[in-house]
């Protein structure tokens, strides 16, 4: 990992630069930049150009071809997207999106607005596909591709985390997140992407999973989980796994199943099924709802979507119930119905306790565990005794994709509400629509990545540190895997003392299940309010 300044070191310098930004290169210092994309699993994924290389080294190894080839993807990216050539276009680089960016607010390099971070590649697509750039050259904007504009490109469109804050702003609808996607499809053709990336890709597209896991050893982790809640509350869950015929299948992050604090999340899954009696099973094989396809390019992420479809069928399900997760949402909502549907062997999803018809998903054919939990709730079907929560001053982080990428906002405080009694919302310009960044997304969750990891995740880190200080807040809560992962560490070093769950760990504690034995913990083995005495007795 790389070394990390403290806090107080960290010195934002907004300063005007001395050179214009056409003269200035990238700086590949430690803890600015990841580690690049290994060439196995660049060939698992059939990306071209897999080879060694290293970013602060002068050489990358480039194919001998290498500009040709960026010109003629550009060129398809052009005719394929016409959403491209419209952001290309009517950029007036007016600002409004210059100090919406976390990356920006936390590092000061203007290169880190939006505004100019997408200049990197309009820039050469003035020079090659406009006449005012041919003829004008950097008068009107348009510059020479080389190959410190290519290390340029690396080096920022992998401090884009896509979250697309600054399209909430600009005047011009313009989404920035979409040229970052198309910078990193570029790159991809060069063989340039971060092994954080395709390492987690071709995991998925092997062996079902982000982390390459296998499906005995899934299955044995979840039961370990089973193991777990029987300790906590005496009830034994009993999930199935492969099972046809099943009414839902359940797809989750693979983060759920092995890494703190996701776990205790998948233990409130567990929970919550196994109480209202849901027919559904899980897949060893579909075993990942996460979609890291999104960060490398698009006929990744249509495959790694279609996996999870593909085992829809094969098991002869309904419909999917998706966990809490981020850019899996963000896929099946902005891109599923282009790229692999509508999903017309499923049915419109209902649910079999309350009998609510998900209308929103009559094409995706899936929805979301929390909007599923909050109908539950609204309707009456959950014994849920906040109190048991009151350990916990809760507040909520909108993460970016479902936020953002599919209005994902009222549902998830809906639900906070309910199992607890301590919830404070952070300042307005913070939160929904307007969320900050976790400042990790977009496969930049990386050790070696860490230093700029904490500079983009201030902003959130600011508004965190308000609620902790005006009203105590304690615990932040949020509905994505690499959120609950990544937030961690970004508490531990700007605002010590405030922890991370997800929503259905929340529920987990709250809910009074049938033959349960007396709650004197919660999932993590905490002891309840008013329980401190008796766990101290026990130990």
């Keep these: 990992m790389a070394k990390v300044p403290k806090p107080s070191e960290l ?17 590949f210092r430690p803890g600015t930049w990841c580690y690049p994309g290994k060439a196995k699993n660049l060939d698992v994924l059939q990306l071209p150009h897999a080879r060694e290389w290293n970013p602060p080294d002068e050489d990358w190894k480039l194919p001998s071809n290498w500009k040709e080839i960026i010109f003629e993807g550009l060129r398809d990216c052009l005719d394929k997207y016409r959403s491209l050539r419209i952001f290309m276009d009517v950029c007036v680089r007016c600002g409004a999106c210059a100090d919406k960016c976390h990356f920006y607010i936390g590092s000061g390099d203007p290169k880190n607005m939006p505004v ?156 919550l099924f196994h109480e209202i009696g849901l027919d559904y099973t899980w897949s060893t094989y579909a075993s990942e709802g996460g979609n890291f396809g999104l960060f490398t390019n698009h006929d990744t992420m249509k495959k790694l979507n279609a996996k999870m479809y593909a085992e829809a069928k094969r098991l002869g399900v309904k419909y999917i119930i998706g966990g809490e997760c981020g850019h899996m949402w963000r896929v099946v909502n902005q891109y599923m119905d282009t790229m692999n549907g509508p999903a017309d062997f499923l049915e419109v999803p209902v649910s079999p306790i309350t009998g609510t018809v998900f209308e929103n998903a009559r094409s995706t054919k899936m929805i979301h565990i929390v909007e599923f939990t909050a109908d539950l709730i609204k309707n009456g079907k959950l014994k849920l005794d906040p109190s048991r929560n009151d350990h916990h001053n809760v507040t909520y982080h ?100 405030v922890g991370v769950t997800g929503v259905h760990e929340l529920v987990g504690n709250a809910l009074v299940m049938e033959g349960e034995t007396e709650r004197t913990t919660d999932l993590r083995g905490e002891p309840l309010a008013g329980m401190e005495d008796i766990e101290n007795e026990d130990v």
Excluded at 11 to 27: G, N, S, V
Excluded at 171 to 179: C, H, K, L, S
Aim: proline content about 5%; overall charge negative.
């Design 116 to 271: 100019l971070r997408a200049e990197l590649l309009r820039s050469i697509y003035r020079k090659e596909f406009t006449t005012a750039g041919k003829v004008l050259g950097k008068i009107a904007g348009a510059r020479e591709l080389t190959e410190d504009v290519v290390k340029e490109w690396f080096y920022y469109f992998f401090q884009c985390t896509e979250c697309r804050r600054c399209s909430v702003f600009c005047p011009y609808g313009i989404d920035t997140a979409e040229i970052t996607i198309i910078g990193r499809e570029l790159l991809n053709l060069l063989g340039l992407n971060i092994d954080w990336v395709v390492g987690p890709a071709a995991n998925c597209f092997m062996n079902g999973n982000h982390l390459g896991i296998q499906p005995h050893a899934f299955k044995d982790m979840i039961e370990f989980f089973v193991d777990e809640i029987e300790a906590v509350n005496g009830v034994r869950v009993e999930p199935t796994f492969n099972r046809k015929g099943a009414e839902i299948l359940f797809i989750t992050p693979s983060g759920d199943v092995f890494a703190d604090p996701g776990t205790y999340t998948l233990m409130g899954y567990l929970m």
């Design 398 to 497: 909108d993460s970016c994709n479902p936020a953002r990428g599919m209005g994902f906002f009222d549902e998830p405080r809906y639900v906070i509400q309910n199992v607890c009694n301590n919830f404070h919302d952070m300042p307005p310009n913070t939160i929904r629509e307007q969320t900050f960044c976790c400042g990790s997304g977009s496969g930049l969750n990386t050790d070696e990545f860490m230093e700029m990891r904490m500079r983009g995740g201030l902003p959130r880190a600011n508004a965190v540190r308000h609620v902790h200080d005006k009203y105590g807040v304690n615990m932040l809560s949020t509905i994505c895997a690499i959120d609950r992962a990544v937030l961690t560490p970004l508490m531990d070093y700007w605002v010590p003392g």
């Design 11 to 27: 010195l934002l310098d907004y300063a005007l630069p001395k050179a214009e930004w056409m003269d200035t290169k990238p700086d």
